[in-house]
């Protein structure tokens, strides 16, 4: 939906245009005010007041069009993103603060196009979102004024024109004017509902023309989430090799160490005590294996064997196979991604399903893997009692920082009392399917 207009069909939506158009119109009032805020804020720009109230006029100015972008985008199909250049580090406070925020602010595109929107929209939206609101309004009053209220004028020595109808003394009693009100005010009323979703997508056009991001603050905001991603990706990689470090360290290491000391033991007591030497030997080997354990599950941890082997969607359903919720897995995929790909959606699915598990009380779960339109697409549904969210301390910050860096999103969708949808997309393209050697 990025970018593009979602042509809405049917009619509910033909209904429902209308009266989004017109609550769009409606709209247009407050934000004249907000505009003529902004501007009463830049004729002081020179001056003390103008310092400090700018910054915060624009943040009243951005609030107002960021509830166009998300009508905009929820009612015409239209994606907005927020176009806004990032606030540069300021540590200064009081008047310099403010001072160094209006530097910044007052050459950002967006701002004056928040500005030329907030003017122009109120013109704008009463010929395109709100006028087949207005038609179906007008064509309501043609019937009550064909039915009674033409009369209700007429009688008290008024008179009034329906579109060319003119209604003056007599129309209570003249058919054919009445008959006439009654056809412009059908007209007006299919016309209305008829042209209404298209002009919502007219104005979504336009909303995204001036509130859409411009090319200078598109670039700007993809260095800064590279930044940031890239930032993530070094601090994760750094923590990983920690972890790694530790488990050998605590684990395999400890185990090589003990056994080296255990068969110096053993060296000595050959001679000395068979029996006891012996049992060191026994001993020496069960550590052996607990070490080649620990090193399989370390290596599982790095990148498992059948992810390499067998790809993202039988790697998925090993993971299925050993959850304690019971688990079924649908994949459909005509290839793989990319194997740093691959791997960050292995790692970010385990982590989904150990959430899961940990925090959802559920009992069955859902796991769909497929790729569509250029994205690998992994959602999980489990049965459990909601209530997950990014924010919830739940991990799936720690997941959404994981696919960032290869520009994925994460979406939670989890009512309370359930159920918990999950659901990560990376965009990829696949390659032929590998597998190995038999």
Not at 81 to 86: A, D, K, S, T
Not at 111 to 126: E, H
Not at 315 to 331: F, G, N, Q, S, Y
Not at 376 to 401: F, P, Q
């Amino acid at each position: 939906m990025n970018g593009q207009v979602v042509q809405q069909t049917g009619w509910r939506a033909h209904a429902q245009a209308p009266w989004r158009g017109f609550r769009l119109g409606l709209l247009a009032f407050p934000a004249l005010f907000v505009g003529a805020w902004f501007l009463s804020v830049l004729s002081m720009v020179t001056g003390l007041l103008g310092v400090l109230f700018f910054p915060s006029a624009t943040d009243l100015m951005r609030s107002m069009t960021d509830v166009y972008r998300r009508l905009i985008t929820r009612w015409t199909g239209v994606r907005i993103e927020r176009p806004y250049l990032p606030d540069p580090e300021i540590t200064e406070t009081g008047f310099m603060g403010r001072l160094r925020l209006l530097l910044a602010r007052i050459v950002d595109p967006a701002v004056w196009r928040d500005f030329l929107w907030l003017v122009a929209d109120p013109i704008v939206v009463f010929f395109t979102a709100a006028l087949p609101g207005w038609l179906i309004l007008y064509g309501i009053w043609g019937f009550l004024c064909a039915g009674f209220a033409g009369e209700i004028i007429t009688d008290a020595g008024g008179n009034d024109w329906y579109g060319f109808v003119h209604v003056t003394s007599g129309y209570g009693t003249d058919v054919g004017a009445r008959v006439t009100t009654v056809g412009l005010a059908t007209v007006f009323l299919v016309v209305g509902f008829a042209i209404a979703p298209r002009m919502l997508a007219v104005y979504g056009r336009w909303g995204r023309s001036l509130l859409g991001p411009t090319e200078k603050s598109r670039l700007a905001l993809r260095v800064r989430h590279l930044t940031e991603s890239r930032s993530e990706a070094v601090d994760a990689s750094a923590a990983e090799l920690r972890r790694i470090e530790r488990d050998l360290h605590d684990g395999a290491q400890a185990r090589l160490v003990a056994m080296g000391m255990s068969l110096g033991a053993i060296e000595h007591l050959l001679d000395k005590d068979p029996e006891k030497a012996r049992l060191l030997l026994a001993q020496t080997r069960e550590s052996s294996a607990k070490a080649l354990h620990e090193l399989r599950d370390l290596v599982r941890g790095i990148h498992p064997p059948v992810l390499a082997d067998r790809g993202i969607g039988d790697a998925i359903k090993a993971l299925a196979l050993d959850h304690p919720m019971r688990a079924e897995v649908t994949v459909e995929l005509d290839g793989r991604p990319e194997p740093p790909l691959e791997s960050a959606a292995y790692f970010a699915a385990a982590e989904i399903l150990t959430n899961a598990a940990k925090h959802s009380g559920g009992s069955r779960l859902w796991i769909d893997v497929r790729h569509e339109r250029g994205m690998l697409r992994i959602s999980v549904t489990d049965d459990g009692r909601g209530g997950a969210s990014l924010d919830g301390g739940t991990g799936l910050r720690g997941i959404e920082r994981r696919i960032g860096t290869f520009d994925g999103v994460l979406a939670v969708n989890s009512p309370v009392g359930g159920p918990t949808i999950v659901t990560l997309e990376l965009p990829c393209a696949l390659s032929s399917p590998k597998t190995s050697p038999s």
